[in-house]
């Protein structure tokens, strides 16, 4: 079974600043890798996806995540914090023999001050 | 449609009777999954459907709840004698296939059993 670990349910970053959000999953098998956002009162998503090419992703609006195996981390990040960052991202795994449905962790919501 | 859609957006029912939640999937997408974000339990997964073949149920949560896809498009997720506790908000997603397709999330039904 898989499993993702989200470290800091809240984060609070002022516009500008780093974006760092952890997060570290356990697999038995290698897996896929994603992170979704969830803006207020709409679905998920996709932000990046981690599928065993470039340990190193880049997605939408600014952010990129490194797949670290021996620290089984895929924390994600952005240089510059803007406003329209505020909302809640969620890391995922999956793995292919299991028909790719998806794990998840807790969820981090971003607070973004001006 | 271009996108995955869902209805209703939000559903109001009281304990005991049976809701259905629809889910129309991207025009050619193989794959659909069910999931439920609810506060206690976060996000969790509870049932895939692939092309033709037998669906993964392993993520209902009881045998009140059931689902199935006619014509490996449209599906329903179906909810009897409704409990409290199955309040939530109820998402669905497609991807064009199991491999590493990415799944492409719908807005989601937010159903709450009074």
């Known amino acids: 079974a898989q499993s993702v670990t989200q470290l800091g349910s809240h984060v609070s970053v002022s516009e500008g600043a780093l974006v760092l959000l952890r997060c570290n999953y356990s697999?038995?098998?290698?897996?896929?890798l994603f992170w979704y956002v969830q803006y207020p009162n709409q679905g998920l998503q996709l932000l990046l996806k981690?599928?065993?090419?470039?340990?190193l992703v880049k997605g939408i609006n600014g952010f990129e995540a490194e797949f670290k195996k021996s620290e089984t981390s895929f924390h994600l990040t952005k240089p510059s914090a803007h406003m329209s960052d505020a909302a809640e991202y969620f890391c995922?795994?999956?793995?292919?023999?299991?028909?790719?449905?998806?794990?998840f962790g807790g969820g981090t919501r971003v607070l973004v001050k001006p | 449609g271009a996108g995955v859609s869902q209805s209703p957006s939000n559903k109001v029912t009281e304990k005991g009777k049976d809701v259905e939640l629809r889910c129309d999937p991207i025009?050619?997408?193989?794959?659909l999954y069910w999931y439920r974000q609810s506060l206690g339990q976060g996000l969790e997964f509870l049932i895939y459907?692939?092309?033709?073949?037998?669906?993964?149920k392993s993520g209902l949560p009881s045998d009140r709840f059931s689902a199935e896809r006619t014509g490996g498009s449209v599906s329903t997720l179906t909810i009897q004698r409704t409990q409290q506790e199955d309040s939530a908000v109820y998402l669905c997603?497609?991807?064009?296939?199991?491999?590493?397709?990415?799944?492409?999330f719908g807005p989601g039904t937010r159903l709450l059993v009074l």
């Open positions: 025009s050619g997408h193989t794959a």
């Open positions: 997603a497609s991807s064009l296939e199991v491999g590493e397709g990415t799944q492409y």
């Open positions: 697999s038995s098998v290698p897996p896929y």
């Open positions: 459907f692939q092309g033709n073949s037998a669906p993964d």
């Open positions: 981690y599928t065993s090419a470039a340990t």
């Open positions: 995922a795994v999956s793995v292919e023999a299991a028909g790719n449905k998806l794990t």
